[in-house]
């Protein structure tokens, strides 16, 4: 008790400003998070894991739909430990179980964060407490129950063990690397690829020797150099220890080489400066990295510049990198701020009393989100679904064997238990099943220059070929307008503002 005392007693009292702030983060993301986080992707995992429990055996086919059980489509389950994973949380609480799991992955990066980026959190408290106010958005948006959130704090402590090799922290914690890369490529294999690009970067960082104005690579020692390709060497053959063999490690590429899948998946494009919520919150945290480099009077360590720039990249590609940029920032970014403004020790009893209700306030705001987040889930919203459910109870009466599903309504669907023509595992379908199903949503020949269908009966044609019993369509789809305008062949059975619902006449 003595040794506590004095250890808080020698504490600097800087550091209540990032309690304060930490505590207020953590009240807001709270709330925020209580009026529901977004379900995307979520119920199809959650079957997953399910299936794999219950078989105890590892998909080889595109379960769940009705087409790809039909021919026979390859799909590699590349998440099946996260999807066991949450269905395990998910038997045990359900939805709430879900959320709060969510909730303090959230609060554990941000503090994570702050224990990385310590010794310079108060150099510029203004930009501080902007950091962390957009990395709190970021997280309340992308931390939801998808394989993804895993990754995060896979890429977040492969980053701090590489880190300390080189800043001589520690010598140890690199040999974790090829660990990291096992669990990685079982709980997300389409980033897995990543546990041994980062010691790349590493490794090519550490073999240049030259400086450029303010940039700096300074050749590491050869004994450093060599431990660092002995691990990346481990690291790709660790990857190589999943289910799925060689198909898994090649997965990343495969799957981001089909264009069309990556023009259809909106969270795979890039993001959109002219949407005013993407430039604040998106664009912002990217300036804020940006301007820390740019505007410092250090020397830019080579690899600080190799690693924000390919996460840079990679949010340039698609809008869903952004978390990776953000939760790399306290590895070198918080070194690069500027210093400015000083703050003062908290010694005063008035400064002692604001700041404890500050921090009372934020453990408020907290268990209001708490307390909200059980009348949210009252009110089934607590984990969001695409589809009404009344459409649901259509389909589960209707029974169609062959039914068109919209590709947003899948996860819904398999989850239900109604089997569906495409969904979210978008890769299962990847060449002509999902070129036929854009063609036929949109109205348009994505594959005419193949000649696979005559533009003017390419609908027909499509139709015919797989021979559609119903159609669960959105409304907005140009394919809506084609079936409530050929009544004859297509009986509109149910509709709201978003969905309709036909049955095939025969």
Not at 182 to 199: A, K, P, Q
Not at 423 to 428: H, L, P
Request: aromatic share 18%; proline share 3%; net charge positive.
């Amino acid at each position: 008790m003595l040794k506590l005392k004095e250890k808080i007693k020698n504490t600097n009292t800087r550091y209540f400003y990032f309690y304060i702030l930490f505590a207020l983060c953590v009240g807001i993301l709270s709330i925020m998070m209580s009026y529901g986080i977004s379900g995307n992707d979520f119920w199809w995992h959650i079957k997953s894991g399910e299936w794999i429990v219950e078989n105890k055996a590892f998909p080889r086919e595109g379960i769940f739909s009705w087409m790809a059980m039909d021919k026979h489509l390859k799909w590699y389950a590349h998440e099946w430990l996260a999807q066991v994973i949450y269905y395990g949380i998910y038997s045990l609480g359900g939805q709430l179980a879900i959320y709060f799991f969510c909730f303090f992955a959230g609060v554990l990066m941000l503090y994570m964060i702050y224990k990385v980026a310590k010794e310079y959190v108060l150099n510029n408290i203004m930009y501080t407490v902007l950091i962390f106010i957009f990395t709190m958005m970021i997280i309340k948006n992308y931390f939801y129950g998808r394989p993804q959130l895993f990754s995060y704090f896979l890429i977040f402590m492969e980053l701090k063990f590489l880190y300390d090799y080189i800043n001589e922290k520690s010598n140890k914690e690199i040999f974790f690397v090829p660990l990291l890369g096992i669990l990685w490529v079982n709980i997300h294999g389409g980033s897995s690829n990543l546990s041994y690009l980062l010691c790349l970067f590493f490794l090519i960082a550490g073999v240049i020797n030259f400086e450029f104005g303010k940039i700096s690579f300074v050749r590491l020692e050869k004994n450093k150099i060599l431990t660092l390709l002995g691990v990346m060497v481990a690291t790709i053959v660790a990857v190589f220890i999943n289910p799925y063999g060689l198909d898994m490690v090649l997965y990343p590429y495969t799957n981001m080489a089909d264009n069309l899948m990556l023009d259809l998946i909106a969270e795979w494009g890039a993001p959109d400066a002219k949407n005013v919520a993407i430039l604040l919150f998106f664009f912002v945290p990217f300036a804020l990295g940006l301007i820390s480099i740019i505007t410092t009077e250090k020397k830019i360590r080579g690899i600080d510049l190799l690693i924000f720039a390919f996460f840079s990249y990679m949010f340039f590609r698609s809008t869903r990198f952004i978390v990776m940029l953000v939760i790399s920032y306290p590895f070198y970014i918080f070194n690069y701020i500027p210093k400015f403004g000083t703050l003062n020790e908290v010694k005063s009893k008035a400064d002692k009393v604001v700041a404890t209700i500050l921090i009372a306030a934020g453990i408020g705001m907290t268990a209001f989100g708490a307390v909200n987040s059980v009348s949210t889930y009252d009110k089934g919203k607590l984990i969001e679904h695409e589809l009404d459910y009344k459409f649901v109870k259509i389909m589960k009466v209707e029974k169609p064997k062959r039914p068109y599903t919209e590709y947003n309504y899948g996860g819904d669907l398999i989850y239900y238990g109604i089997e569906v023509l495409v969904d979210g595992r978008a890769d299962v379908y990847t060449g002509t099943p999902l070129e036929d199903w854009n063609n036929l949503t949109k109205l348009t020949v994505y594959s005419e220059p193949n000649k696979k269908y005559n533009k003017h009966t390419f609908v027909e044609d499509i139709i015919k070929k797989y021979n559609f019993d119903a159609f669960l369509v959105d409304v907005n789809r140009p394919l809506y307008q084609y079936l409530i305008t050929n009544a004859d062949k297509y009986e509109l059975v149910k509709e709201n503002k978003e969905t309709a619902y036909f049955r095939v006449i025969n």
